[in-house]
Structures are given as structure tokens and as C-alpha cells.
């Protein structure tokens, strides 16, 4: 069965502290996607990545295909950064993404 | 430019009737996704167009849910006969071409079956 995992479930931290956010699926993938979702918001795509390390702003993915796992790193968190954050992957030739459940971030001031 | 669009935005319904839910892609995108999102869920896949076609109906989940794509572009999902355990969050997404492009998503589509 094809499966993604994310840990945590939910995560609250103080303004400034680095965050991370796991992601663990379950057979060989072609693409993995990091999307966040904000309160009552639509869902925007931030990072999308088969191998390596992307970087953008604070914001970096990483992905260890061998492991089958990515993280998805905040450096000095902000309020702002408070949303869900999912994991998607695309598995093998198919088309679909298949979603994890979802981590709720919480950034207080 | 203009991104992905729903229509409506909500959407109540008495349990029973028959429900029509729009999505407007970027303009170019031949690919197509509809999702749909229950309260503290991830999004699961319901169907995948590429063109007019549905290329991956597999997440359908009966023979209530029905989608179409008549000119490549702007596509409907149908959901007849409906129940309540239909009320979720329905999204849409597009990207260029499929395969491994990026997918922008709309805002959503909030059904609620009283």
C-alpha cells in the first residue's frame, strides 16, 4: 500500500526557533511535494523535489530517497509561519498525489 | 495572472439533491486534479484529467461522483443522490502539462449535506 507518514501531528513553538517536520513514505516515489495550507486558505506549493536539497527564503526541503524520508526545515520561525504543512508524493509513473495527514503549526510571539 | 478558481466558494445542500461543483485551471494547463479534503484530513484524489480525458478516475469513491472536462479547460464535478458524509472541502488543481510539473491548487469548495 502506498503510504505517507508525517510527524509531528502538531507542533507549537516560540518565534525564532528552528522547526522541522518529517515525512516518511513507504515505496519509491518520482516526485515529493511540501505544500502549506493556512486557516481557511487555500493550498500553495512550496517546494517540489525528486533528490537533494531545495532552499527558498527560510524555508528547506530535503529528501533522502534511499531512506524514504524529507523534512521540511523553518529557520527563525515567525508568527506568520503558523499553518498546516503536507507532504504529497507522487508515486512511480502515476499521476496522482497521495497526501500525508498533515502537521499544524503554531508559532507564538 | 489569474490562478485557480472554484465556484461557489460554499455550498450547502439538503441531503439527496444532486450538487454541481466548478473549477476554472490556469489557462494553458492541460492537467486537471480534483481532490477533496475532510475536516483534519490531508486531501485524497478523486480523479485526473489530461485534456478532455479523465486519465485516473481510480479515487472516485461510487458511482454518485461523476467529472467532466468538455473543452480541456474549465471542469465540473457532479455529485448526485448526496449524503452527508459527502461534506468536505473539494479542490481543484491544475498543472502545464502533468507528469512531474508543479500543481497550483484553488481555494476550495466547501459542501456541506445537511
Known amino acids: 500500500k502506498n503510504e505517507v507518514e508525517q510527524s509531528p501531528q502538531n507542533l507549537t513553538a516560540q518565534e525564532g526557533e528552528f522547526i522541522t517536520i518529517n515525512c516518511s513514505y513507504s515505496?519509491?516515489?518520482?516526485?515529493l511535494h511540501w505544500l502549506q495550507q493556512h486557516p481557511g486558505g487555500g493550498i500553495v506549493s512550496l517546494f517540489m523535489l525528486s533528490s537533494g536539497k531545495k532552499k527558498h527564503g527560510r524555508l528547506i526541503a530535503t529528501i533522502n530517497i534511499q531512506e524514504k524520508h524529507s523534512s521540511l526545515h523553518i529557520t527563525a520561525s515567525h508568527p506568520r509561519d503558523s499553518a498546516v504543512y503536507i507532504c504529497a508524493v507522487r508515486f512511480g509513473g502515476a499521476q496522482k498525489l497521495v497526501f500525508g495527514q498533515g502537521t499544524r503549526l503554531t508559532i507564538n510571539p | 495572472g489569474a490562478g485557480v478558481s472554484q465556484t461557489p466558494s460554499n455550498k450547502v445542500t439538503e441531503k439527496g439533491k444532486y450538487v454541481e461543483l466548478r473549477c476554472d485551471p490556469i489557462s494553458g494547463h492541460t492537467a486537471l486534479y480534483w481532490y477533496r479534503q475532510s475536516l483534519g484530513q490531508g486531501p485524497e484524489f478523486l480523479i485526473y484529467f489530461q485534456g478532455t480525458g479523465a486519465a485516473d478516475d481510480s479515487g472516485l469513491p461510487n458511482d454518485r461522483f461523476f467529472a467532466v472536462r468538455p473543452e480541456g479547460s474549465v471542469s465540473t464535478l457532479k455529485i448526485q443522490r448526496t449524503e452527508r458524509g459527502d461534506s468536505a472541502v473539494y479542490l481543484c488543481?491544475?498543472?502545464?502539462?502533468?507528469?512531474?510539473?508543479?500543481?497550483?491548487f484553488g481555494p476550495g469548495t466547501r459542501l456541506t449535506v445537511t
Open positions: 488543481a491544475s498543472s502545464l502539462m502533468g507528469t512531474s510539473d508543479e500543481q497550483y
Open positions: 515505496v519509491g516515489i518520482s516526485a
